[in-house]
């Protein structure tokens, strides 16, 4: 298993690619990142045109990669990409953090580890960073994605919360 930060633009379609055809469709899964960065529609409705938006949004990332706080991870196995995961690195906060903003295994990978692989890669980057903390945030109803973070050290500090204005 291979986990590295996408820094080439020439695998951004494919990252991308592999975000939308492997993101849960279940509106579960929505969160507040999903909703920010354009994603999501609304919390139980995806933008239609995922691909697109998370394209747009990962080659700004693979082109600021030396100054960009946010990263995104490629885990590959035998040169398959396998799972990804999007990740914020807040050094200039008083305490600084990191954000999961996602995780992502493809659906026929789903079962073998790999997940779990790669959020203690996502650990070690981050303490390798010397930072302490992170955080995730998870769609309120995805209650199997939050057992398997609370298995991982994750637990709720805050409700998010939204208003249409």
Same mark, same amino acid.
């Given at each position: 298993?291979?986990?590295?930060?996408?820094?080439?633009?020439?695998?951004?379609?494919?990252?991308?690619?592999?975000?939308?055809?492997?993101?849960?469709?279940?509106?579960?899964?929505?969160?507040?990142?999903? !909703?920010?960065?354009?994603?999501?529609?609304?919390?139980?409705?995806?933008?239609?045109?995922?691909?697109?938006?998370?394209?747009?949004?990962?080659?700004?990332?693979?082109?600021?990669?030396?100054?960009?706080?946010?990263?995104?991870?490629?885990?590959?196995?035998?040169?398959?990409? *396998?799972?990804?995961?999007?990740?914020?690195?807040?050094?200039?906060?008083?305490?600084?953090?990191? *954000?999961?903003?996602?995780?992502?295994?493809?659906?026929?990978?789903?079962?073998?580890?790999?997940?779990?692989?790669? !959020?203690?890669?996502?650990?070690?980057?981050?303490?390798?960073?010397?930072?302490?903390?992170?955080?995730?945030?998870?769609?309120?109803?995805?209650?199997?994605?939050?057992?398997?973070?609370?298995?991982?050290?994750?637990?709720?500090?805050?409700?998010?919360?939204?208003?249409?204005?």
């Amino acid at each position: 298993m291979l986990v590295e930060w996408l820094s080439d633009e020439i695998l951004v379609n494919e990252t991308a690619s592999f975000f939308a055809a492997n993101i849960d469709p279940d509106p579960a899964y929505i969160s507040h990142s999903e !909703l920010m960065w354009g994603r999501a529609l609304s919390a139980d409705a995806w933008t239609p045109d995922l691909g697109s938006v998370v394209e747009r949004e990962f080659r700004d990332l693979a082109a600021e990669i030396a100054s960009s706080n946010k990263r995104v991870a490629r885990c590959l196995i035998d040169g398959e990409l *396998v799972a990804i995961a999007l990740v914020a690195f807040e050094h200039d906060a008083p305490i600084p953090f990191a *954000v999961l903003e996602d995780i992502v295994v493809a659906q026929d990978r789903r079962g073998e580890h790999i997940g779990q692989s790669l !959020l203690d890669w996502v650990f070690g980057q981050v303490r390798e960073q010397k930072i302490g903390r992170i955080f995730l945030e998870s769609g309120l109803n995805n209650h199997v994605a939050h057992h398997w973070f609370e298995r991982n050290g994750f637990h709720q500090v805050s409700i998010v919360m939204m208003a249409n204005v």
